[in-house]
């Protein structure tokens, strides 16, 4: 009989996230926002066992988009996972515009080590088959759903920014899923 996986740190973490996004909707979505953090980490899954990595996952937008703190995240679950919810976290200066808070967390993944990138693949493709998906139902109506002052020329700029910060992953199905699915809405 086959040992049964340790999970205990993952598991922690998944209850925090949980926690932390209770009650809260994925934008223009209807369903819960956990559902993409679930999906970054499946994704994750995909390219890693790291129980570390994956609890960055589950956990990469709780300082963005909560009231967790980065602090707090050090404190639950150490230095590295904390580094790699960082990696992942914009700006949060109010001084900044959209496109600087964004050229900035594409530098900071562009010189990431690849522990943060692959957890960062991980939330941009399920960013991306979300996008892609509302893409083919709503059309160009998808696009005013960003925060991009621009629309789908912002969107289109970060994302083709992010698949070259990430490029360093594009042996990977799903880097390579990503960049299809960029060619595939923005042409």
Known sequence: ?????????????????????????????????????????????????????????ILHDVVEDTDVTLEQIRDEFG?????????????????????????????????????????ALGDKLSNMQGIALDYRQVGDAVWSRFHAPNGKPDVEWYYRSLAKALSELSELAAYQGFVKLLGETFG
């Open 1 to 57: 009989m086959n040992n049964p996986l340790e999970t205990s740190f993952f598991d922690k973490a998944a209850k925090f996230a949980i926690e932390a996004h209770s009650g809260t909707e994925r934008r223009c979505k209807g369903y819960p926002y956990i559902i993409h953090p679930m999906e970054a980490v499946a994704i994750v899954a995909t390219m890693t066992n790291d129980q570390e990595m994956l609890a960055a996952a």
């Open 79 to 119: 230095d590295r996972v904390a580094t790699l919810v960082q990696h992942e976290t914009a700006p949060d200066d109010e001084n900044l515009t959209w496109r600087e808070k964004k050229s900035i967390q594409v530098e900071q993944l562009a010189a990431a080590p690849i522990d943060s990138k692959i957890v």
